[in-house]
Structure formats: structure tokens, C-alpha cells
């Protein structure tokens, strides 16, 4: 067993008073990350400072943390699970920014769930409290108030529980579902369709490895002037380019030069789910036949999570984001068949079950930061995004098969009917305590250095 394991495990099995529990945070992101360590430790520390920025970015890094610790001795039961309930098709780690636009094939744009890292099978009500915390923390000050705090996870409790227990599950999340998302609707397909005339008349060009705009094309010269100063920053291979206007940087030339194929990651950025898992099915079928990378350089990025999870069984891998996700994948992956099914709440029907050009041309997600200030500023939109959200978690859940090949609607809805009320003051009063440990433990480390404390 490696060093980093047996001190993860040590830590786990050790009485929680404050320094023991500073060790159960250091020794699960010594294990979450010792592969990342041995391969470019810069960047692992990048991801811990950024992890350090504030409490909701400490608590979207430590998910292989929250799985340790709801499956610890003497962690906190449920009284609404049995075996087939505990092996549903998660979405492993659900929180506000992990809902994002789509466009379907017809041109239909929606929200739903768009990271799938850490899916797989284990309890759902591990996921909808892991939702209820990511829910009282996007509120930032306003989640710090007790009784907003079990109001909020409360809200995002009952939205899960309304939709999972009603005869028929909810799809994905259109226009008209609430003001929040309308506008981020508005703006992905905005940066959809700039992304698409970009790829139009300035088309990537491989050999080149840049853009180039094609002077033979009617009205070049036009597009040529419409994009001198377009902020898209352009992306290896035949994918669009992605806005620089969130916070991340960008070319602003007409042409703006690609990242090379294989080119190192910038600096900061470092993956969070190090181990490997299996792709888990889903019935969005018929699959179409699987996309095949055939270089080295894969399009695809693997996706895996730390085996505190208990979902552990195996990986998946989603076609990346973010070129360093690309790059960091091309280093450590072999080409390899890319999976083309999710887990879903979407109808079979919606683009992104399987992979396409769509589902990242026309993809932004939530911001926690500006979920803060709705939170702070119109407590009933806030309410009402994150009750949607828990309805789109149990969407997720309800269409997607479990270990033992039935539908999750089937196994989950038995188990709450009648005990609502009862579900709801279980998770909130597990959410409220649970966000008040990551504060702590964030407070905790604020000011450690986490790439020396974790490998020394």
C-alpha cells in the first residue's frame, strides 16, 4: 500500500477531534491527488490554491472527502434506503456549477446536469445531500445564517423529493423554468452561434495548428472585421473555441492561434478525480457507434474519482472541456474508444446522451458567485433555481438504470412516499452540520501550503 493510502486510511479510522481531523482532510487529498503529484506538482498545487479561494471552491475540490466521510464509522444513517436504493446510477457530484445549457439537435437549448467525473452506482441519498451542502454554500453569507441555511436545504430537498415521487419524472430544464436560467440560455446560445461562424469563415486548420479565415468566402471580408475583436479563444482540433469573457483569458486577434495538440496545461489547473473507473450505461439508447481517437493526442479526457466514493467501480471518460483537460489526457491516456451514453434526466432524445459538438459549442454553466448574489439580493429566484435543480438530481436518478439493471424511479419512489417531511428534516439537518464542517475544514487550511503538507 502507498504512503499516501495508508495515511488516508489511518486518518479515516481515527477519533475526529481538530488535528485529527485536519489529518483526515490532508491524508484524503494526499490519496485524491498522489498520481497528479508524481506527473506535474505544479499543477497540483495551482488546483490547491484555487481550491483555497473560497469556502465553495474548497467544497467543489474535496468531493472524494465528503464520500470518506458519509461512509466513515459513525457517519450519520439514513432511514429511507435499502440495498437497491443504495445502487443507483449517480451523478457522483452534484452542485449548481455542475448544471449547464445544452442545444438539442431541433435547436431546443436546456439545463441539465453536464459533469459526469465521478458517475456511478451507490446510494441516492448521498447525492441529494451533497446537493442540499453545495446548495447552502453557493448562497455564500446568506448560507451562513441558520435558518436561511435549513431553509435553502430544504428547498433543495423538496424539489428532489416532489419530482421523484410524482408518477412521472420531470425532463431537462427549458426556457421559461426560471429567470436564471433564461438568461443563461440567452447567453450560451449567443456564444453558440458566434462559435459556429467562427468555425465558418475562420475554420481550424491542423497542419497550421491555427485559424485562418477563407478569403474566397462571400462576405470575408465582412466576417474578417466581425471578428477582429472576438473574444473566442480557439481550440485544438475542429471543436469551437471557447469565451475568455469568464475570467480564464483569451486571444482577441481575428485569427487567434490555436494550442498546439499536446502542449502543456496552464499552470493552476490540475484534474480531481485521479483513479480509474468503468463507463456506466444508461438508457439513452440506441447508442450510436463510439466516437475512436486515433492519435495520441485524444480529444477525450479521462474522467475518474477517488475511491472514497462509492462509486468507485470503474471509470468513464467525457469528451474534455478545456484544452488542459485535453493535454493532461493525452499524457496519461492511450487512444482509446470515447463512451457515447450518460446518466441522464433528459428524454433519450436530448443531444447530449450522446457526445456531439453541441453539447460543448452551446455549453456555460451556473456561476456560485453570481448564485450568492441572487441569493442575497432575490431569495425567491435563489430558491427557485436550486429547487429545479433538485428536481433536474432526481430526473438524473429516477431515468437512469441501477447496478441491478432497474429503473431508479422504480427503487427510490417507494422509499420516500409517505415520508417526505421525514426525508426532508433527515437531509437538511445532515446539510446544514455537514457545510458547517467544510467551513471548518477550510478555515482549517486556509493558510497551509497543501502541496507540502500532503507529500511530505
Not at 62 to 86: E, N, Q, V
Request: proline share 8%.
Amino acid at each position: 500500500m502507498r504512503l499516501s493510502a495508508l495515511l488516508a486510511l489511518v486518518a479515516a479510522c481515527t477519533p475526529a477531534g481538530p488535528a485529527d481531523r485536519t489529518a483526515v482532510v490532508l491524508g484524503a487529498l494526499a490519496s485524491d491527488n498522489e498520481r497528479w503529484v508524481a506527473r506535474a506538482p505544479e499543477l497540483v498545487a495551482g488546483k490547491y490554491r484555487r481550491m483555497q479561494a473560497d469556502v465553495y471552491a474548497w467544497m467543489r475540490g474535496t468531493a472524494s472527502l465528503y464520500w470518506l466521510d458519509l461512509t466513515a464509522p459513525g457517519a450519520t444513517p439514513t432511514a429511507f434506503g435499502d440495498g437497491p436504493s443504495s445502487r443507483v446510477l449517480l451523478i457522483g457530484d452534484p452542485h449548481p456549477e455542475n448544471l449547464g445549457s445544452f442545444r438539442g439537435a431541433d435547436g431546443t437549448m436546456f439545463v441539465d446536469w453536464n459533469d459526469f467525473d465521478a458517475a456511478g452506482h451507490g446510494p441516492y441519498w448521498g447525492d441529494v445531500r451533497r446537493w442540499a451542502v453545495a446548495c447552502v454554500l453557493a448562497a455564500g453569507d446568506t448560507g451562513e445564517d441558520p435558518a436561511m441555511a435549513r431553509e435553502i436545504a430544504a428547498t433543495a430537498v423538496a424539489g428532489y423529493v416532489a419530482a421523484i415521487t410524482a408518477s412521472e419524472l420531470p425532463g431537462a430544464l427549458g426556457r421559461g423554468a426560471a429567470p436564471t436560467f433564461d438568461a443563461l440560455l440567452d447567453d450560451a446560445e449567443e456564444d453558440g452561434d458566434d462559435r459556429v461562424r467562427l468555425d465558418e469563415y475562420a475554420p481550424f486548420d491542423p497542419a497550421r495548428g491555427e485559424r485562418a479565415l477563407v478569403p474566397a468566402r462571400a462576405g470575408a471580408a465582412g466576417a474578417r472585421r466581425r471578428l477582429r475583436g472576438h473574444p473566442d479563444r480557439a481550440r485544438r482540433g475542429s471543436g469551437p473555441a471557447r469565451p475568455a469573457d469568464r475570467g480564464r483569458g483569451g486571444a482577441t486577434s481575428a485569427c487567434p492561434r490555436a494550442t498546439p495538440a499536446c502542449s502543456t496545461p496552464p499552470a493552476g489547473w490540475a484534474p480531481a478525480w485521479p483513479a480509474t473507473r468503468r463507463t456506466a450505461s444508461t438508457p439513452c439508447s440506441p447508442a450510436p457507434a463510439p466516437a475512436t481517437t486515433t492519435t495520441g493526442c485524444s480529444s477525450s479526457r479521462r474522467a475518474a474519482t477517488a475511491c472514497a466514493s462509492p462509486a468507485c467501480r470503474g471509470w468513464r471518460r467525457r469528451r474534455g472541456r478545456r484544452s488542459a483537460a485535453r493535454a493532461v489526457a493525452a499524457r496519461s491516456a492511450r487512444p482509446r474508444a470515447a463512451p457515447t451514453v450518460m446518466p441522464c434526466s433528459a428524454s433519450p432524445s436530448s443531444a447530449w446522451c450522446p457526445t456531439g459538438s453541441d453539447r460543448t459549442g452551446y455549453q456555460r454553466n451556473l456561476d456560485a458567485g453570481e448564485l450568492a448574489e441572487l441569493a442575497a439580493d432575490d431569495f425567491a429566484g435563489f430558491r427557485r433555481v436550486i429547487e429545479l435543480g433538485g428536481a433536474a438530481l432526481a430526473g438524473a436518478h429516477g431515468r437512469a438504470p441501477t447496478a441491478d439493471g432497474r429503473r431508479g424511479h422504480d427503487v427510490i419512489a417507494p422509499r420516500l412516499r409517505g415520508h417526505e417531511s421525514a426525508f426532508i428534516d433527515e437531509t437538511v439537518a445532515f446539510a446544514v452540520a455537514y457545510a458547517q464542517r467544510v467551513r471548518a475544514d477550510f478555515a482549517a487550511v486556509a493558510d497551509l501550503d497543501l502541496l507540502a503538507e500532503t507529500t511530505r
